[in-house]
């Protein structure tokens, strides 16, 4: 996992689901690239969360609501949104599925923080330093808390690679 993770913010509200993030209709998907390029289409925004030239997000790190990642179990979402570019994802709370599916798959740091973020947020610069716990918007620093057991998991870039590291195996 990234130490330093920056960029720009984008911002979801409460209740954000999976199937926004990874809509069922654009299965089968056809590699990384597809599935980057349709992440939270279906999530009304201005600008929206994938740059439409680009088919690619220029933002890092998404603040949200509540319940982030309700709905299903669909490990697409997580991918989607961090091979479109998203890093982080800061939430008032999220699924716990959803969550798991971030730490386990390595690809998504959720951090859960009642901020009091909104659509103003979008395209601010953001710094999040994982190892001193702490995110920055506007020169104002917001700490977090540790992620507990799951720590050792999210240093080692997810549930594989952890057991890989416990197991001697290497990366």
């Known amino acids: 996992m990234q130490t330093l993770i920056q960029g720009k913010a984008f911002y979801c509200g409460d209740f954000v689901d999976t199937d926004v993030m990874s809509p069922g209709r654009f ?38 609501g509540r ?26 709370s999220f699924a716990r599925i959803f969550f798991r599916n971030c730490v386990n798959m390595g690809l998504l740091l959720p951090i859960i923080y009642d901020h009091p973020f909104d659509e103003a947020i979008v395209g601010t610069e953001v710094s999040v330093d994982v190892e001193q716990r702490v ?32 197991l001697g195996l290497g990366a």
């Open 67 to 92: 319940e982030f990642g309700c709905g299903s179990s669909r490990e697409t979402a997580p991918q989607a949104l961090a091979y479109a570019g998203a890093k982080v994802v800061i939430a008032r």
């Open 27 to 64: 299965e089968p998907y056809e590699g990384r690239d597809h599935l980057a390029s349709i992440a939270l289409i279906d999530y009304q925004a201005e600008p929206p969360f994938v740059d439409p030239k680009t088919k690619n997000s220029p933002f890092t790190v998404i603040f949200a």
């Open 135 to 166: 995110f920055t918007v506007k020169g104002q620093e917001y700490h977090f808390s540790d992620f507990g057991p799951l720590t050792d998991i999210i240093q080692a870039g997810g549930l594989t690679q952890y057991n890989k590291q416990r």
